[in-house]
Structure formats: C-alpha cells, structure tokens
C-alpha cells in the first residue's frame, strides 16, 4: 500500500494561505477542513475560499466537510475544485446516493465517522466509497491528543478492505504526529492528517518526508 500525508491547513496562517499551500508540495493532499459552527462547534471556510485555493494548491485539495446537511453541500464542493470530498455519516441522510453522486463529478468520495460511531455499518458498501475517514480525535479544533480507543476501529477496518479486495483507503485525522504515526499505520490507516505537527514544525518538507518515513514501512508490510 503507498502513504500519503494530507497535512491540514487547519493549522496554516489563514491570512497566508497561498503561502502556507506552497510550504505542502511535498504533500500528497492539502486537507481542507470546512466547519460550519452547526455539525461542530468552530467555524472555518466555505466554498468561495475553496474555490480559490483549488486555482492556487500545488497539490489536489482533500475537502473534509465537518457540516451539517451533506447532501446539500458535498457536490457543490466536487464543483469548486476538490479532487477528493468527504462527508460524515452523521450528517447525510442517503450516504451512498451522495458518494456517487460525487464521483459522477469526477471526485474521490469519502465517508468519516466520528471517534464514538461505529465503523461496521460502512464495511458491507466498501465498494461504494474511495475512503473511510476514522475521526482519532472529537471533530472541530486542531491539535487535540490522539485518542488510542480508535486504533480497534481501524483494523477492523483494514480486515474488511483486505477480505473484500477492496481499493478503498482508510484515513486518520487527529492527533497524528511522529510519535503515533507508527501504531496508527500498523492499525491499518494508509492516509494521515497532520496538521499542528507539520505546521508548527521548523522545517515542512523535512516534517512531512519524517512521517511518510515512519509511516512506509508498517503500511507497506
């Protein structure tokens, strides 16, 4: 399996965006957290912001909607530019409607759940969804601890993707730093956010090559 690290903008200087974009080069995906206040208690960007950093990410724009009515607001995300969308389980009402109808725009469809939502419902329609997203700390700020309880979850995860041939990638969000990546990846994730500790690092792109590294040879076992 590759590693890819998504470092958040989350945790970027929000009046440098363009900058702190170009600092990711090295990245698989800029993570773009879009909180709407309702679904969780902080409030970030939304489409129009979106739309832009899609003309000016040198890297594709892996979109995590922590929103309320994700029906509504998923596909018009696939039309503002993001190669990849993710919706929560908690906040749509037909996910397997939504997640095709994402990839009829041509985008990745994600699924997250949050820490205390069961992964299960979602293993018998692996094929319907590009990438599960298991929330490792509670949705809405940065830079929380990682919670361990969530690490069972991802390998049922991986179980399932494994029994079933499936291509779909298991993500990580929260609390990814050099010191979990490790057991994190050995879990089963293949797909890391990581936003304080590539931000608040001296050097990005050493930061990211590290836990690409730390990460490569358990995902690759």
Do not use: C
């Not at 974009?21 to 206040?37: C, E, K, N």
């Not at 970030?44 to 909607?65: K, M």
Request: no cysteine; glycine share 6%.
């Amino acid at each position: 399996m590759a590693v890819r690290i998504n470092p958040s903008i989350l945790s970027a200087d929000f009046a440098n965006l363009e900058r702190d974009l170009a600092a990711i080069a090295t990245a698989d995906y800029a993570h773009v957290d879009v909180m709407d206040q309702h679904f969780v208690p902080n409030l970030t960007i939304g489409l129009p912001v979106v739309a832009r950093l899609a003309q000016v990410s040198p890297v594709p724009l892996d979109v995590h909607l922590m929103v309320d009515d994700a029906d509504r607001w998923a596909p018009e995300y696939a039309a503002a530019g993001a190669a990849s969308v993710t919706f929560h389980a908690e906040a749509t009402q037909a996910p397997v409607r939504l997640a095709r109808e994402l990839r009829s725009h041509g985008v990745r469809a994600g699924v997250a759940v949050r820490p205390a939502t069961p992964v299960e419902p979602l293993l018998d329609l692996l094929d319907e969804f590009d990438m599960i997203l298991v929330m490792t700390v509670e949705p809405g700020f940065g830079g929380q601890p990682f919670i361990d309880g969530t690490l069972p979850k991802l390998r049922r995860a991986r179980q399932a993707i494994r029994a079933a041939n499936a291509a779909t990638w298991i993500q990580v969000d929260g609390g990814v730093s050099r010191e979990t990546i490790g057991r994190i990846a050995a879990a089963g994730a293949d797909t890391f956010v990581a936003g304080s500790a590539v931000y608040a690092a001296p050097d990005v792109a050493a930061e990211i090559a590290a836990l690409r590294a730390l990460a490569l040879p358990t995902v690759s076992a």
